[in-house]
């Protein structure tokens, strides 16, 4: 499937859901500025960790860089499910979704090179749920979603090891049923009908990458440390949150050339995404995706106070 749309606005719709999505509905306002490795020694030991709930596997994604060419993402992942023009030259930019990978993936191309990858964890499969469903998104607040849909026709509550789940269910006349599941009080699935997930708070994660692999380059799937080597220093403090038990850190920091901005997301220790912005770029609360990087507005417009980063502008 192949999708030509113009505006920027499309890209942030399409890259928030990957990227900020499991994190914007509970992170809290950065306080004060870190080091480059303040945040990072809380993801690299993530606690939580259920047994057989996480499963770590090799990813052909993480056989991309950041700066790679469109020709070898074809090689590694094949035909993407759809392709997506954000921006016509120059600098064209495209979002390519693997909706059949292990992992739902999302990749950012600008002017033909990567400048974006994100794993879909959180994905929520609406195409069988009714309009007033889709608003739920993952990791919204139990209070958020009582305020969106109402009190539930029938609500179940159980443990699993360590966790609180919660299946609000929901039924409207002539309109098919669905359930909404909550782990420790945050969104993690809306499906249709009453029926449990087998496992509902799997996660799928990359594979570690050995210290010899490592490129000079962000992939998918580098620890906090090897990604430290290849990042400047941090813009505003790192946030930390959780995802399905897992530990989720995320941090924006400039660049090793001092001009560009980097933002990454660590889940379990692993790096599942990573987007690096053009030179001059200013988070504003008002873009979808820029808003979810940044938290709050506050934090926003802290950055803008930070020398040339004055422009708006998607991943480079």
Known sequence: MYVRIPTLGAFCFTMAIAIAA?????????????????GFASAASPEGVAGDVLQRIELRVSLLHAGAEAADVERVLGQPTTTTVIEESPGGRQVLVYAEAPVRTQVLLTDGRVTAIALD??????????????????????????????RPNADERWTV??????????????????SVFLADGLVVDVRPGAERPPNILQVVLPAAIPDASVGADLSIGLNPNQAAALLGPTAWAATNS?????????????????????????????LTA???????????????????ECGTAAACRSLSSHGDYGRRGGPN
Do not use: C, Y
């Open 242 to 270: 959780t995802f399905k038990g897992q530990a989720v850190l995320h941090a924006t920091h400039l660049a090793r050339d001092g001009h560009r901005l980097v933002s990454v997301t660590f889940t379990g220790g692993a």
């Open 161 to 178: 090891p360590g966790h609180a789940i919660e299946q609000m269910m929901f039924a409207r006349a002539g309109q098919a049923d669905f």
């Open 274 to 292: 990573f987007a690096i912005w053009p030179p001059g770029t200013a988070f504003d609360s008002g873009d979808t995706l820029l808003a979810g």
């Open 22 to 38: 499991h994190i914007s509905a509970v992170l809290a306002e950065p306080q004060s500025k870190n080091g480059p490795q303040a």
């Open 121 to 150: 964890l959180p994905h929520i499969d609406n195409t069988l749920l009714p309009a007033h469903a889709r608003i739920v998104k993952p990791m919204m607040m139990r209070a958020g979603v009582l305020a969106l849909l109402g």
